[in-house]
């Protein structure tokens, strides 16, 4: 069993689901046009993973491998739902914002991913902070990409629209990629090097 | 063996779908009554431009009536009027309506006629006009659609429903005539309407809304 500590750094960076394992792309790229919308899908997808994993977790040893999609299909869709008439209740405004892209969640293969991957095979507590961890990653990307994407966008209008998008996300991965790899690089060059300078 | 494992996973099914239906209406029953507020709500702040200065009491989600085409109002498809009332007297119709004239694609207006035949107000609810020109419809842009407040059939004359242009009394917004004068047309045609069906559209029983069942 991983500490709580590596399991963050899984989430957040190694396995990201957005930029690591570039699931859920389509609301990712659609609804990140500020901050506000990254957030706002950003909770929502978070809140659905926690739960699907939570449930799926709970009723893991009842579910037969024949019958597994159809019954993530039905958590997620119920908890979507859910979620869905919560954030109308509670945050209309937010919901009016991001409209279909929180139905669309269902079809957020990140969390069926999660279910496939490791809520059907582990405890629930294990589970849920596996949701937690790999939905706090998605969320931060949506947010970050959000950031950047309203920011941007005063300058150089094309960063608002679809193909800013890919952009973007191409932008972070690349980044990602580049700071993974001068860290490689740094690791290997200088043993001798202290490690708080490492974590930089 | 087989049939067995048919009849297991049938259960489960059938086991989980009753656990998730249960959530569902449980979270339904939790924020029905909250969600129809903010609907309700919702929609009167949408509608707050067209009722400046109009006093009313009554319920406008629920007043909510369909004219179906065809009407004589602008648009092919059918309109949607919500009427206000003060002590169950009419005080006002507002017709969301499309005028399909515009330079690009049809723009959805919402227009407040007072009972008197005055305008209370016209609003853009969706266009697609050039930005920078025809799109100061919208309020937020420009102050060129409030010249109608408190304007009427008597004021100006018939023939002065047109813009500067075609020789009427309304300014158009410059270099976006084609929208100036969709709009004009939309807002009188509306109350040519209004003043030959005054009775009927207060008179007409609103929609079964469902979002209203309880």
Same mark, same amino acid.
């Given at each position: ?45 978070l809140s659905v993973m926690v739960l ?149 | ?43 009167? @702040?949408?509608? @707050? ?36 009332? @003060? ?59 409030? $010249? ?23 300014? $158009?917004?410059?270099?976006?005539s084609v929208t100036s004068r969709a ?15 005054? $009775? ?7 929609? $079964? ?6």
């Amino acid at each position: 069993m991983t500490s709580l500590g590596e399991r963050f750094k899984a989430g957040l960076w190694y396995e990201n689901p957005g930029l690591v394992q570039l699931l859920g792309l389509c609301p990712l790229l659609a609804v990140t046009t500020t901050v506000a919308n990254g957030l706002g899908l950003g909770i929502a997808t978070l809140s659905v993973m926690v739960l699907s994993n939570t449930l799926v977790s709970a009723v893991r040893r009842w579910i037969q491998p024949e019958i597994r999609i159809p019954m993530y299909v039905l958590i997620i869709a119920s908890l979507v739902t859910c979620t869905e008439l919560v954030f109308k209740a509670w945050i209309p405004v937010l919901d009016r914002s991001l409209g279909i892209f929180i139905p669309l969640i269902v079809t957020n293969c990140a969390i069926v991913a999660r279910a496939e991957v490791f809520a059907s095979r582990n405890a629930v507590v294990a589970s849920i902070i596996d949701g937690f961890v790999m939905g706090t990653g998605f969320a931060l990307l949506l947010i970050a990409i959000g950031a950047f994407r309203e920011l941007v966008s005063t300058a150089w209008l094309l960063a608002a629209l679809p193909p800013g998008a890919f952009f973007s996300l191409a932008l972070a991965v690349a980044a990602k990629n580049a700071i993974d790899s001068r860290r490689a690089n740094r690791e290997t060059d200088s043993v001798t090097e202290p490690a708080g300078q490492l974590e930089r | 063996m087989r049939d067995a494992t048919v009849t297991r996973s049938g259960i489960t099914l059938t086991a989980m779908a009753a656990l998730c239906t249960a959530l569902v209406a449980f979270t339904h029953e939790l924020t029905d009554e909250r969600i129809a507020d903010n609907e309700r709500a919702w929609l009167e @702040q949408s509608l @707050q431009p067209v009722l400046e200065g109009v006093e009313f009491d009554s319920d406008l989600t629920a007043s909510r009536t369909t004219i179906p085409a065809p009407h004589g109002l602008p648009g092919a498809d059918a309109a949607i009027v919500y009427r206000a009332f @003060q002590d169950t007297t009419p005080v006002a119709a507002l017709f969301a309506v499309t005028a399909r004239n515009g330079y690009s694609g049809p723009i959805r207006l919402l227009i407040g006629v007072r009972a008197d035949g005055r305008i209370s107000g016209v609003h853009a609810l969706s266009h697609r006009e050039t930005p920078g020109l025809g799109d100061r419809i919208d309020r937020s842009k420009s102050d060129w659609i409030e $010249q109608f407040a408190g304007r009427s059939l008597a004021d100006p004359a018939t023939t002065g429903w047109r813009i500067t242009r075609d020789g009427g009394d309304f300014d $158009q917004m410059t270099g976006a005539s084609v929208t100036s004068r969709a709009v004009v047309g939309a807002v009188s045609e509306t109350l040519l309407y209004f003043e030959s069906n005054k $009775q009927g559209v207060f008179a007409r029983p609103a929609d $079964q809304a469902e979002v209203l069942a309880e």
